[in-house]
């Protein structure tokens, strides 16, 4: 599936990690975590029968400068963090 809204990085950026495939909502269903075209907000996106849909949205509070990291804590949920213009963002699941 494919869609115009998200871009996981810009050509010739040196910052090809800009995406994050995981159970982000616990429903059994695999999303995408990527950023939208205007790298200001991440967004979590799963396949659905008309091609891609919404899940959630992550604001950056800035611009996207850095690649999407995820990392398993122990209790099993998942931090994801990410660098904009404006500092570095921590969610954790």
């Known amino acids: 599936a494919t869609h115009g809204r998200y ?13 994050l495939a995981a ?3 616990g429903d059994g269903r695999s999303e995408l975590l990527l950023p939208t075209a205007d790298h200001r907000a991440l967004a979590a996106v799963r396949r659905a029968s008309g091609g891609v849909e919404r899940a959630s949205t992550l604001p950056l509070g800035g611009s996207l400068a850095t690649n999407v990291v995820g990392v398993a804590l122990d209790d099993g949920r998942l931090a994801v963090g990410a ?8 969610w954790r699941g």
């Not at 660098?83 to 921590?90: E, Q």
């Open 7 to 19: 871009a996981s990085h810009t050509y010739g950026s040196r910052n090809v990690d800009g995406g």
């Open 23 to 25: 159970d982000l909502h």
């Open 83 to 90: 660098g904009t213009t404006a500092g570095v963002r921590i």
